[in-house]
């Protein structure tokens, strides 16, 4: 017989049916009445089953009396209703095979609780913890509703390349990929690195971001995304940054900052409402365990409208917030966290839509106002999170384009093929990066951004 998912079984309404269920073991209680209680978790969902193993069991002494939690074993049985309070359902077993035993001296997550610092040192233990068990059924959710809103909205997935020849954000911190022996490597006589030897031919980096390919895809194609791994060499030690993090960017032909705003505020939302659907225990959990509010709050934003703001308007409203910053607001500055989160929860309560920033603060390629002060630039900040998404229109004007790039001090011969994109057939287009994991912080009111994917990478973490 194949397995059954312990999140099917909970929900069956078939009594008396024989099952087989797989799962680790979270604890093992022994009852006077000559039986043990088995709580047993497959990963499935965020509760176990309970497993009643009778002494009568060949292997009981021997094997299920050593059963601790993070041992493996099939249970066959059947599936009766439960008596004990806590539970509808339980599996009456009629036998147990251990598949693997787990040492209780040696597990590192026994029945004690292991701080998140812990247990950042066993990435590979703590999947079974119900937190990160939580956090990854959460993001599973989180991915597949991304591809389910974008396809629906008729925008097709595009694969960027992660490695790359050019700088996306045009701000250097890449990491660089080469084969080059760092102990040998071939000089030019002006002292220079000779790239001619190396595996490109040239100086190659892994991607900060798919935008700018994307761009080529939407100027052919109309709406598109990205959904892919993007690296950072920044030396950021936050709880909101990471080395290496998934983001999500759409790129639509024939639309505008206005436009941008609107899908930024639609797909936020459906992902709300999304993970409320789909992962109501695991939510459950984190708003009685991690941050209390959080369901009540992931509901009220997936109606509400997102304020929208200028960054003119932005910096006024810091200017007169009681509030001691550390950086003093004015016109002209890049936004620290402190601004943007005293933003989103002490003026607002709610995800803001900034617009307009000054043009030294941003890109290159964001398309000039006609203020020429600013772009037209978008960032959605979040409540505990601050910056969650960072877009823009993008300039399509040549001219205009090849003069931003000259004063951000980039060389237009560089990019040659992001100005044939203006060349031929060039259209008002506009686009947004999505952290991903800064999402799954948002809906899971985690409080450090290494807690939300599996492996994080961060300056002297690997
Ligand atoms: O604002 P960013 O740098 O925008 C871009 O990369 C654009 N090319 C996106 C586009 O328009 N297609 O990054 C986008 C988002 C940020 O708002 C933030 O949520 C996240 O990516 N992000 C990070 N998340 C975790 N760790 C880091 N080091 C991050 N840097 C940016
Ligand atoms: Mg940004």
């Known amino acids: 017989m194949k397995r059954h998912r312990i999140k099917n079984l909970l929900c069956s309404t078939e009594r008396g049916v024989p099952v087989v269920a797989a799962g680790w073991v979270r604890t093992r209680r022994d ?11 497959d990963g499935s969902c965020f509760e176990n089953i309970q497993v009643l193993a009778f002494n009568h069991l060949p292997n009981y002494t021997e094997d299920i009396g050593r059963l601790h939690p993070g041992a493996s074993i099939k249970v066959t049985g ?47 233990l703590r999947a079974r913890t119900n937190s ?9 959710c989180l991915t597949f509703e991304t591809h ?6 008729g925008f097709l997935c595009v694969h960027t390349p992660i490695i790359t020849g050019n700088d996306c954000e045009g701000a ?19 002292g220079q690195i000779d790239y001619n030897e190396d595996f490109f031919g040239q100086r190659a980096s892994l991607t900060v971001s798919g935008q700018l390919e994307g761009e080529a895809y939407a100027c052919a194609l109309g709406d598109i995304y990205t959904f892919g791994p993007t690296f950072r060499a920044e030396n950021s030690n936050t709880r ?52 209390p509010g959080l369901i009540a709050r992931l509901e009220r934003l ?89 877009g823009s229109q993008r300039e399509e004007r040549l001219d205009h384009l090849i003069n931003a790039m000259r004063e951000s001090g980039l060389e237009p011969a560089d990019y040659p093929e992001y ?20 999402l799954v912080q948002f809906c899971t009111g985690m409080q450090n951004i290494r807690d939300v994917i599996p492996y994080p990478r961060a300056p002297r973490q690997l």
């Not at 936004?335 to 003026?347: F, K, N, P, V």
Request: hydrophobic share 40%; charged share 25%.
């Open 31 to 41: 009852s006077k009445g000559g039986f043990s209680f088995i709580e047993l978790n």
């Open 78 to 124: 059947l599936l009766v209703d439960s008596e004990g309070s806590g539970q509808n359902v339980e599996i009456k077993a009629t036998a147990i095979k251990v598949l693997g035993f787990a040492d209780p001296m040696e597990y590192p997550l026994g029945k004690q609780r292991i701080n998140f610092e812990l247990l950042r040192e066993m990435p590979h």
């Open 132 to 140: 990160f068990g939580a956090m990854a059924r959460v993001r599973h």
């Open 148 to 153: 389910r809103f974008f396809h629906d909205r």
């Open 172 to 190: 250097g911190a890449m990491f660089q990929v080469t084969t080059l022996d760092p102990a040998n490597l071939k000089k030019h006589p002006s």
């Open 240 to 291: 909101r940054h990471l080395s290496e993090f998934w983001m999500v960017e759409p790129e639509m032909a024939f639309a505008e900052l206005s436009d941008d705003a609107d899908l930024a505020q639609d797909f936020l939302q459906h992902l709300f409402s999304a993970v409320l659907q789909h992962c109501g225990s695991d939510l459950k959990f984190f708003d009685q365990r991690v941050r």
């Open 302 to 390: 997936a109606q509400a409208a997102f304020t929208r703001i200028s960054y003119t308007e932005a910096i006024a409203l810091l200017e007169k917030a009681e509030q001691p910053f550390v950086f003093k607001p004015h016109w002209g500055m890049d936004m620290q966290s402190e601004h943007e989160r005293y933003l989103a929860e002490q003026i607002f309560d709610g995800p803001v839509v900034v617009t307009d920033y000054p043009k030294a603060i941003k890109a290159f390629y964001m398309r000039r106002n006609d203020d020429e002060r600013t772009v037209a630039a978008m960032d959605v900040l979040l409540p505990g999170v601050g910056e969650i998404i960072g």
């Open 419 to 438: 100005l044939d994109l203006r060349r031929y057939g060039s259209v008002p287009h506009a686009g947004f990066g999505l952290g991903f994991e800064r």
